[in-house]
């Protein structure tokens, strides 16, 4: 038997071979059609290691019958890109894939491109990072498929383990193995939608189990042992690591304690905690904000607790912030405040700050009309402390409101103060 690992000996040879993905390229598909008539429009393929990008490719060049060239972005060069170039110019048309395509440099796209623009060339690129962010848009305007492919699921994943525990020449059909259904369970839930790790993890259970009377006994503690060492998928400076982040942070606004402790996890599993406790520091504010104030301190004093410990002590005070967020009301009214001050300015609603707002420590102050400043801790103490009506925004900007108050926890206190202080002043127009 080939020395080559099972998952690369498993790869599909013709599109009636591949499992999931129906909905991009099923039997019923456009593109299945397309492809079985010797049409192979230019792709791209988005997706997460091991759920078929490459597989895809294989058994899209196994049907179609094209002269077919892989590379890998981080090691081709432009000669690689000039060689295949070549190859079209003789056989008409090949099939290129491309894998980790985010990766290609601009000169080896600027040799590439006229060819796959003519035709000569068609390309299916492959990458784990979003096309849109990370693929440059020449390439992108040139693929008629840009498709983010699913996870595998469970039983699309249990069906390939069976496909390689029958199959005698490139599976582990001509060993004798007994594995029971609830063991290719488990094996499917341990790779989470990965077919490479599910067949990786499988071969591994083969050669760690023990033969009896030349029978290989797949164990479960062998399984358990197995699975603990896959692994968790999410480069921390790629786009799989900014959606777990993402996913943190609307789970903690949706309020879903049970999610955001999931994506939590799954975040420090990728081991960027500086990343971690900066987005959710920034949450404190933006997603709970005047409702629970207190809160911003709180995950600051969490964050600053588990950058001292480290992991894997720092995920308790991160949980303990996560937990305390999620139950909190909230309030965006901070940050939608901001943002439309700051809309204002770039539209161009600015004015002359009031004189009597003006810096007066120097002695020509006066001269120049800088004065009539009221100060309000001198004022009479009422019900909100010291206070004075007096005018502080730009003539041309008096009476605009940034802020709008949700109701919320605290926030609804400060609403109240808010709206007795508006109904109190003055028209300063």
């Known amino acids: ?82 060689d295949i170039v070549i190859e079209a110019n003789l056989q008409g048309t090949v099939l290129l894939f491309l894998d980790e395509i985010h990766r290609f440099n601009k000169l080896q796209q ?86 490479r790790k599910a067949l990786t993890l499988l071969e591994s259970a083969y050669y760690a189990s023990d033969e009896v009377e030349d029978v290989a006994i797949i164990k479960d503690r062998t399984l358990d042992q197995l699975a603990e060492r896959i692994g968790v998928y999410g480069d921390k400076k790629g786009s799989q690591f900014y959606n777990l982040l993402s996913a943190l942070q609307k789970s903690v606004r949706g309020s879903d304690v049970n999610a955001a402790l999931y994506y939590l996890a799954m975040c420090l599993e990728n081991g960027d905690l500086v990343a971690v406790s900066r987005r959710l520091l920034v949450m404190g504010y933006e997603d709970i904000g005047l409702a629970a104030p207190e809160i911003g301190s709180h995950v600051l004093a969490a964050c600053q607790s588990a950058e001292r410990l480290g992991m894997p002590e720092a995920r308790i005070p991160l949980a303990h912030a996560v937990i305390e967020m999620c139950l909190a009301e909230k309030s965006n009214s901070a940050i939608l405040a901001i943002d439309k001050a700051i809309e204002a300015i770039h539209s161009g609603k600015t004015g002359d700050i009031p004189m009597h707002l003006r810096d007066a420590h120097y002695s020509g102050a006066k001269t120049l009309g800088v004065e009539g400043y009221q100060y309000p801790h001198n004022t009479p103490v009422g019900t909100f402390g010291g206070w004075v009506d007096q005018q502080y925004l730009p003539d041309n900007l008096v009476g605009t409101e940034f802020y709008k108050p949700v109701i919320a926890g605290q926030e609804k206190r400060m609403a109240g103060i808010y709206d007795h202080l508006n109904s109190s002043k003055k028209d300063h127009k």
């Open 110 to 195: 600027d040799t590439l491109l006229p060819h796959v623009e003519s035709g000569k060339v068609i390309l299916i690129g492959a990458t784990t990072e979003n096309p849109f962010h990370d693929v440059n848009p020449a390439i992108r305007s040139r693929c008629g498929e840009i498709k983010q492919l699913k996870r595998l699921t469970n039983h699309d994943l249990i069906d390939l383990l069976n496909r390689a525990l029958k199959d005698e020449k490139r599976g582990l059909g001509h060993y004798k193995i007994k594995i029971a259904n609830e063991q290719l369970e488990k094996i499917a839930i341990a790779s989470n939608g990965d077919g």
């Open 1 to 82: 038997m080939s020395n080559e690992p099972l998952a690369y000996r498993m790869r599909p040879k013709m599109l009636d071979d591949v499992i999931g993905h129906r909905d991009f390229i099923g039997p019923e598909t456009t593109l299945y059609k397309m492809i079985q008539k010797g049409h192979v429009p230019s792709m791209l393929l988005y997706g997460e290691p091991g759920i078929g990008k490459t597989s895809l490719a294989f058994a899209i060049a196994g049907t179609s019958k094209l002269p077919f060239y892989a590379l890998n972005a981080t090691r081709a060069g432009k000669k690689d890109v000039e």
